[in-house]
């Protein structure tokens, strides 16, 4: 009976384990994601102000 909860017991802790380690790990991806899209929009933003400054210099001809 005894060895019956004991591996039990080492089952529970295996998918404890397992499960902090996929969402340590979805949560590093995320982050990492959310890190991309930000360069990604920065990048955008920053082509936009060359447009903007491309544009104006066309209006003071």
């Known amino acids: 009976m005894a060895r019956i909860l004991g591996g039990a017991g ?3 802790h295996l998918v404890l384990f397992l499960w902090a380690s ?3 790990s979805l949560l590093v ?6 890190a991309r899209a930000n ?3 920065d990048d955008f933003v920053a ?4 447009l903007n400054r491309i544009f104006a210099d066309f209006d003071d001809d």
């Open 10 to 12: 080492d089952l529970a």
């Open 22 to 24: 996929s969402a340590t």
């Open 29 to 34: 991806w995320s982050l990492r994601e959310m």
């Open 39 to 41: 360069r990604r929009f």
């Open 47 to 50: 082509a936009i102000a060359r």
